[in-house]
């Protein structure tokens, strides 16, 4: 039983912001580096990017993807935010899928934190080969966190062992 190692949030956006506080990477010295594709819903970089609320409980963020019907109130739509100090680096991967994995790792530096990539590529339901991805990145940079972002694979695949994927954190909706 390992059930004293999930964490629930509202959606994996919030979630994703949570393990950013977990793995202690907004803590460190300098200015930390996260590394995430294009692939991702715009709300995962921002997560690294602002603090704010997340789970979007106020309904005032039109980005989020929780269900709110922000647009249709008369508030206005943002909600506060201030920045991190943290550099998130962005892959461009969807013009070429095929190279997901090797764009991922090409362009992790010594510098990076956090690496954060989908399980299943939201725009074309590609499945990435995490365990595959995981050991690349141990290897290149031990000293970094990987998160996973499941947000598409739960409920999609037929099973996912989060055990045995080599991530650090794994989140969903």
């Not at 647009?71 to 550099?87: H, K, L, N, Y």
């Not at 141990?138 to 499941?150: E, M, Q, S, T």
Request: glycine share 6%; with cysteine.
């Amino acid at each position: 039983d390992r059930s004293e190692n999930v964490v629930l949030a509202r959606n994996a956006t919030e979630a994703a912001s949570l393990c950013l506080w977990l793995s202690g990477v907004y803590f460190m010295r300098g200015t930390p580096r996260v590394l995430t594709t294009e692939a991702e819903n715009i709300s995962i970089p921002r997560a690294f990017r602002f603090f704010m609320d997340h789970g979007n409980s106020g309904g005032h963020d039109l980005w989020s993807s929780f269900q709110d019907f922000a647009a249709m109130r008369t508030r206005r739509p943002f909600v506060d935010r201030r920045p991190t100090g943290i550099q998130v680096d962005q892959v461009p991967v969807l013009k070429n899928l095929n190279s997901y994995e090797e764009e991922v790792i090409r362009n992790l530096s010594p510098e990076t934190r956090l690496v954060v990539f989908s399980h299943v590529i939201r725009d074309t339901g590609r499945i990435c080969d995490v365990p595959r991805l995981c050991k690349a990145v141990r290897r290149k940079n031990p000293h970094a966190f990987i998160l996973v972002d499941g947000a598409q694979a739960l409920g999609g695949l037929p099973l996912v062992d989060v055990e045995s994927l080599g991530c650090d954190y794994y989140v969903g909706a």
